[in-house]
């Protein structure tokens, strides 16, 4: 087929590679050593590069020919040999983690630079038209955080949005929502953007020891929205993680019988709405997309009733034939809740104060607090991507991969979210990655553009390919095929041409 000529820049993206080192394993398929790799689109051809993410992680490992740094499903212990103060003494400075810089989740930009990225406290500079590792960045450094996330949000001025938590520090423990900048005033040329990270707000967690997990966050025009759901890290037990000889993925537990709570802050006063928004305990990853209409917030996310999730995708459960045996215990829903910012204060306990047009309800409580229930979009869809140019705007699409009750997606999907109607892309041995959108230039519809997806084959005859498909038909534009071995990847961006630093720059 043909790629359209308009198409210029990058694909780039991230995920792990290598599962093996020496005699040594991963546990778990999130734990591998981060590879990216790259599709360039040139003048309607296509070049093609991957590349072992060069950490300090990656770095001591290779050299050691064996697992020698922790990844949050394996836990690495040092060289049985070593004398037993050796011993004690490496006991007790796990008791703070010192994390992995294996960066092999998603790629962030930040003013002209762009990261690899995962769920630390560190973050890798890379050169996206080279694949090569540059600086690492410690966020510690720069903002009280341990832990981030790696779907950060960009606004229309450049600034990079991102979340971490805090624990445990001066005696408490929040969730930071800070915001880096896209450059430097012209005087300090020489310094980075993080030195002017700034803090947007802090919310503190309602555990102390038990901060909620979260994967992403939500941003409208005039708000963020943060999910405290009860998939909680347990604080003690990761301290003691090493000592007792678990991995830190057991730190993290769901607890069925508490709240999920929504958090709205508003971004001019960076105060937090005093209102109590809750709803039923679920489990979520991926926010898609969220926005205000007629005072009220509108988010839409992609749920679960349980976290069975992650633990199918431990290497033992990966086996050969996996795709028949394992199945997701919960299916991903797409859910849509409608909050009520201005409402009745005077309204009866027990109405719903949802006023526009939708099945989802916001309930008032005896206490004041609002019990709110989703209106259920669809199901059996997970790495949700938007056209970003709608990020935090109404809209209608969302194109995503389709997984229904197993853990590998066979079908990639768009959805529109007003009609209900869906289009599928699919073709036997093929599991699709996260579909991401291009507009064309100068569209004038959302869904005016393509849709860009790695293919990797579960059939060894055929090679691996990237599939273009056109946004508003999904009918297949051209195909790339790759002659190497594809792996499986979970995140990346395409960067246009204008945004890549030519070398001499």
């Known amino acids: 087929g043909q790629f359209p000529t308009w198409l210029q820049g990058i694909l780039l993206r991230n995920g792990p590679g290598m599962h093996t080192l020496g005699d040594t394993k991963y546990n778990h398929w999130f734990d591998g050593l981060a590879l990216l ?91 996206p038209n080279t694949l090569e590792t540059l600086e690492k960045v410690d966020y510690s450094k720069y903002v009280a955080v341990n832990v981030t996330t790696s779907h950060p949000h960009y606004d229309s001025a450049g600034n990079t949005l991102n979340m971490g938590t805090s624990i445990v520090d001066k005696g408490k423990t929040k969730y930071i929502l800070f915001k880096i900048p896209p450059s430097v005033p012209e005087k300090e ?98 926010h898609i997309n969220a926005y205000e209409e007629d005072g009220h917030i509108i988010f839409d996310i992609i749920a679960y009733t349980d976290n069975s999730l992650y633990d199918m995708f431990y290497l033992k459960n990966l086996s050969k034939d996996f795709e028949e045996n394992t199945k997701l215990t919960s299916i991903p829903t797409c859910k849509r809740f409608v ?85 599928h892309w699919e ?13 064309r230039p100068d569209a004038k519809e959302e869904d005016d553009g393509i849709v860009l997806t790695c293919i990797v084959t579960s059939d060894p005859k055929e090679a691996p390919f990237l599939l273009v498909l056109d946004a508003k038909t999904f009918k297949e534009l051209g195909r790339a095929i790759v002659d190497v071995d594809m792996h499986l990847d979970l995140h990346g961006m395409f960067i246009p041409e204008k945004d890549l630093k030519t070398e001499t720059e």
Request: with cysteine.
């Open 339 to 423: 909050v009520p910012l201005q409402y009745d204060k005077d309204a009866e306990v027990g109405s719903n104060l949802v006023t526009i047009p939708s099945t989802a309800t916001a309930v008032k409580e005896k206490d004041g607090s609002i019990y709110c229930q989703p209106e259920i979009l669809c199901e059996g869809i997970e790495l949700p991507r938007i056209n970003y140019d709608y990020n935090g705007k109404k809209y209608k699409y969302v194109f995503a991969t389709e997984v229904q009750w197993r853990p590998v997606p066979t079908k990639i999907a768009k959805f529109n979210i007003q009609t209900k109607e869906m289009l």
């Open 37 to 127: 790799h790259s599709f360039t689109f040139k003048n309607g051809e296509v070049y093609y590069r991957s590349k072992y993410l060069r950490s300090d992680t990656y770095n001591y490992n290779v050299e050691a020919n064996r697992i020698v740094v922790s990844e949050f499903g394996t836990m690495a212990y040092p060289d049985p040999c070593k004398n037993i103060f050796a011993k004690a003494f490496s006991y007790l400075s796990h008791t703070i983690p010192e994390f992995t810089d294996n960066c092999l989740i998603n790629i962030m930009k930040t003013g002209d630079d762009f990261y690899a990225t995962s769920e630390t406290n560190f973050i890798r500079k890379i050169d």
């Open 189 to 286: 040329k020489k310094r980075s953007c993080f030195k002017h990270l700034e803090v947007v707000c802090s919310i503190p967690s309602r555990s102390l020891l038990h901060p909620s997990y979260y994967h992403s966050f939500g941003i409208t025009e005039n708000y963020i929205v943060f999910i405290e759901q009860p998939f909680k890290l347990d604080i003690v037990k990761m301290a003691t993680a090493y000592i007792r000889g678990v991995n830190w993925a057991s730190c993290l537990a769901y607890h069925k019988e508490d709240k999920t709570w929504f958090h709205f802050v508003d971004k001019k006063t960076k105060k937090e709405v005093s209102t109590k928004f809750y709803t039923d305990a679920m489990v979520l990853f991926h």
């Open 427 to 439: 073709e036997d041995h093929c599991w699709p990655s996260e579909p991401i959108f291009i507009p």
